[in-house]
């Protein structure tokens, strides 16, 4: 049963546009999201967080949006860079307390120049 | 100041066989999970010890075990290895006994094959 879901393997963004990696989650108890960006070889990099009291978050170019009614989220990536291109992985936790991660399978973004 | 570090960085068992990954957590870090990586999917945890005790177990059979030392650095065992337990080992710490808030820190982990 997979508790978080991101449909799109993969994501191709001009440079210097708008990236929007979306993710979809079912447990509806989820109260902490996080998006974790990963290159080859390396492993995954915290980037942002957003709590379910908050519906956006916002870090430098990078936004995370919260639609809890649709139990929907959303990493926005303005302006894209070529370095921004890596797998990026949505995760969901449960409770404060929580001590584990639900990952997404990922979805590959590639920053074209 | 260094990270997470894994050991080894890849490794090749044979079916059957048992394997122990370890791990040295950020110096200060409390707490250490492992999590299994399988191609084309996200990590999914197996175990989180803090303090030396463990606080959270995935969905894993019995083959799968680990423990924490005293300067909290961890090993992962797996016995009576399968094929389907190839895979990316990672490794993360964070301070406290949860690390949702500080954003948990992964090391690079270790490739796991099975033959």
């Known amino acids: 049963d997979q508790q978080v879901k991101q449909n799109s393997p993969s994501l191709s963004v001009q440079e210097g546009r708008i990236s929007i990696l979306n993710c979809d989650y079912t447990?509806?108890?989820?109260?902490?999201f996080l998006w974790y960006k990963k290159y080859p070889a390396e492993g995954p990099t915290f980037l942002i967080s957003?709590?379910?009291?908050?519906d956006k978050n916002e870090d430098g170019r990078f936004t995370v949006f919260l639609n809890k009614s649709a139990k929907h989220l959303s990493l926005h990536i303005v302006p894209s860079q070529p370095g921004d291109s890596a797998v990026y992985f949505c995760?969901?936790?449960?409770?404060?307390?929580?001590?584990?991660?639900?990952f997404g399978q990922g979805t590959r973004l590639t920053i074209n120049p | 100041d260094a990270g997470v570090t894994q050991s080894p960085t890849h490794l090749i068992k044979t079916r059957g066989q048992q394997v122990t990954l370890r791990c040295s957590p950020i110096s200060g870090h409390k707490s250490v999970s492992w999590y299994q990586q399988v191609l084309g999917q996200g990590p999914q945890f197996i175990f989180q010890?803090?303090?030396?005790?463990?606080?959270g177990r995935g969905n894993f059979p019995d083959r799968f075990s680990a423990r924490q030392f005293p300067n909290y650095s961890s090993e992962l065992n797996v016995n009576a290895l399968l094929l389907g337990d190839s895979a990316l080992y990672l490794c993360?710490?964070?301070?406290?006994?949860?690390?949702?808030?500080?954003?948990?820190?992964f090391g690079s982990g270790t490739r796991l094959t099975v033959v």
């Open positions: 957003i709590s379910s009291i908050k």
């Open positions: 993360a710490s964070s301070p406290e006994a949860t690390g949702i808030y500080y954003g948990y820190t």
């Open positions: 010890y803090y303090e030396k005790e463990e606080r």
């Open positions: 447990n509806s108890m989820f109260d902490y």
């Open positions: 995760a969901a936790s449960e409770g404060q307390g929580a001590q584990k991660l639900v």
